[in-house]
Each structure stands twice: as structure tokens, then as C-alpha cells.
């Protein structure tokens, strides 16, 4: 069967020519925007359809004023300066949600008191889920950049106390300023990082 690529347009704008951006020009972003960007990767595939990840979009001053004390030195002036900056949290609790999600099987049981299960599930599906939301947000026209650099206890503190929500990483998106940016990075070439066995 031939496979039915999209256009190189689309891969460039999502991947070949997408940068990790350090600076933003000052234009916003409207919420309609990001609940298109939700509404988009919201389908990509995780575990038993888990969907642990949870989203918290910091727009307004002061949540940004709660936020940047908990970002390490070199992530402040970017994230002060991004018009959205994204806590791409983990639900410790998404299994409560199992039975709408995967009603086909009991799948709230699979993980209801198993503690390690509960946390690497929770960890490889929110990140996964991290991805798409970048892979969406590009799509969309969006500029990103994911980080870590920062203080997870912190932020869960400041944004998740007395929830099952817990920080995985971070992310600011808006419109990049090319001159903000650094020479590209290079890539490890397919045999490098692959094997075919």
C-alpha cells in the first residue's frame, strides 16, 4: 500500500523548518486559538487512551508573576516576554476517567492502588500528549518553546496544591522573533540513533 504523505509545506512548517523559539513579538493569542490546539491533539493515542495531561495556560500578569520565581535564571526574561506559557501537567488521578475513556474494559482497576503503574503511565502519557500539543500548535501556525528549567515542586506548590495535578514540563508559544534565534542545532543522522533488525 503507497503511503499517503502530507504536503512538504506541512512538514516544514511542523517539523523541517520549526524552531525552538527564545523571543516573541508582542502580538497575543486568542483563546479561541487555544482550544483549537487542544481540540487537535487531543486525539493523538496514549495508553488505554489515557489521557493524563492536563493544561494550564498562563496569560494574565499575575499568573505569570506566580510563575516566573519558579523558573530557573535563563527561562525568565522568555517566559516573562511569551504571550502564552503552557504547565503541561500529569493528572494522578486520570485512571478516575477510564471509564468514559476506555469503557470497553475495566481499565480504572488496572491501575486504581498501583502506585508505580499510576506514575508511569502518567509520566510517558502526558509527556506523549506534550508532544502532540506542540505538533498541534505549530500546525496551527504557532511558534513554541518546550522547556524544563525549572522548579517543578515549586510550581505544583504555586498552581496544583491540594490537586492530583503534578508539572512535567513546560512550554511557551506565541509568535517567535527570528532574531531572537540561535544557530540551529544539528541532529544525530538515522545511524546514529537507529537500527533495523
Known amino acids: 500500500m503507497k503511503s499517503n504523505p502530507i504536503s512538504e509545506e506541512a512538514m516544514e512548517k511542523i517539523f523541517t523548518k520549526a524552531r525552538t523559539h527564545n523571543g516573541w513579538v508582542s502580538e497575543g493569542v486568542d483563546d479561541k486559538l487555544l482550544r483549537q490546539i487542544y481540540d487537535l491533539m487531543k486525539w493523538g493515542p496514549t495508553s488505554a ?6 493544561f494550564v495556560f498562563v496569560k494574565t500578569q499575575e499568573a505569570k508573576e506566580k510563575l516566573l520565581p519558579c523558573m530557573a535564571p535563563g527561562n525568565v526574561e522568555k517566559t516573562k516576554t511569551a504571550p502564552i506559557t503552557v504547565i503541561i501537567a500529569k493528572d494522578m488521578e486520570f ?7 476506555f469503557p470497553h474494559a475495566p481499565a480504572r482497576s488496572w491501575f486504581a492502588g498501583n502506585q508505580p503503574f499510576i506514575e508511569s503511565t502518567a509520566s510517558q502519557g502526558s509527556t506523549l500528549q506534550g508532544a502532540y500539543f506542540i505538533i498541534a500548535a505549530r500546525s496551527l501556525g504557532l511558534d513554541c518553546g518546550p522547556m524544563a528549567g525549572f522548579d517543578n515542586a515549586k510550581v505544583d506548590e504555586v498552581f496544583f496544591k491540594g490537586t492530583t495535578w503534578k508539572s512535567n514540563f513546560i512550554c511557551n508559544i506565541g509568535y517567535g522573533d527570528p532574531s531572537k534565534l540561535y544557530p540551529r542545532s544539528v541532529r544525530l543522522e538515522f545511524d546514529e540513533a537507529c537500527k533495523i533488525i
Not at 49 to 54: G, V
Not at 95 to 101: F, Q, T
Request: charged share 30%; hydrophobic share 25%; aromatic share 8%.
Open 49 to 54: 487512551n489515557s489521557c493524563p495531561a492536563r
Open 95 to 101: 485512571y478516575e476517567k477510564l471509564p468514559k475513556l
